[in-house]
């Protein structure tokens, strides 16, 4: 069983920066993928950047040039490092942390962006 907790949600201006984080539990950790979706209101979960063990990223449309996600094994932590913000950014965010073929998810922590 991996442990997933994530953290940094609150409220900001559009413009704005969050940094979210995620720590995940395991000597492990470092060949975890990992990745933050985004649930909003009314909206089915939506996938907004990955990590391989590698390092690798990918990121939706909606974010890229935007949002950066990052790794740091020694803390078992990934970030989501988010600039730019708009209200449609608002959303609950999901961590994950994927050890094929399993997945376990965080809670969630709410960000909310106002206009």
């Known amino acids: 069983q991996v442990h997933v907790v994530e953290s940094g949600g609150g409220l900001v201006q559009a413009g704005g920066s969050l940094r979210l984080s995620c720590a995940a539990s395991?000597?492990?950790?470092?060949?975890?993928?990992m990745a933050w979706s985004r649930q909003a209101p009314g909206k089915q979960r939506e996938l907004v950047a990955t990590?391989?063990?590698?390092?690798?990223?990918s990121y939706a449309d909606s974010v890229k040039g935007r949002f950066t996600i990052s790794r740091d094994n020694a803390k078992n932590t990934v970030y989501l490092q988010m600039n730019g913000l708009k209200p449609e950014d608002t959303a609950v965010y999901y961590c994950?942390?994927?050890?094929?073929?399993?997945?376990?998810w965080g809670q969630g922590t709410q960000v909310t962006v106002s206009s």
């Open positions: 990590i391989t063990s590698g390092g690798s990223t």
């Open positions: 994950n942390a994927q050890i094929s073929p399993r997945v376990f």
């Open positions: 395991g000597s492990i950790f470092s060949i975890y993928a």
